[in-house]
């Protein structure tokens, strides 16, 4: 049953990521943690291997459409492997209440922005 529910999950991430463009981990970290009863280190692991395969097809999707900016694209693909490293040494120091906190602050962040983002302009025209 554990699988069925994993790929559930990634099929309604992939479809959510491809329609709003949302990273993978915004969505599969709480679904892993909540739906599988992952800990919160395992689902943010688990959801690096995951966003691979959906970047990839993704970004080639958006390409034939034009809306890949390619010098952006590999001067983020450069430097982010930095930060994941980074990133993994810091998780790993911490406790997971620090990180389910840190990740629930983070959500909440991205979603103040959004909702003033998309309260402040002016309706684009069909």
Known sequence: MEYVAAIALGFAGGVVGGVLGVGGGILFVPALTIFLDQPQ???EATSLVAIVPVAIAGAWRQRGFGNVRL???AWIGILSPLG?????????AVSQRVLELSFAA????IAAQLTYRALSRAPEPP
Do not use: F, H
């Open 41 to 43: 280190i395992e689902a």
């Open 71 to 73: 010098r952006d694209g």
């Open 84 to 92: 994941v490293l980074a990133g993994v040494v810091i998780a790993n």
């Open 106 to 109: 983070l959500v909440l962040a």
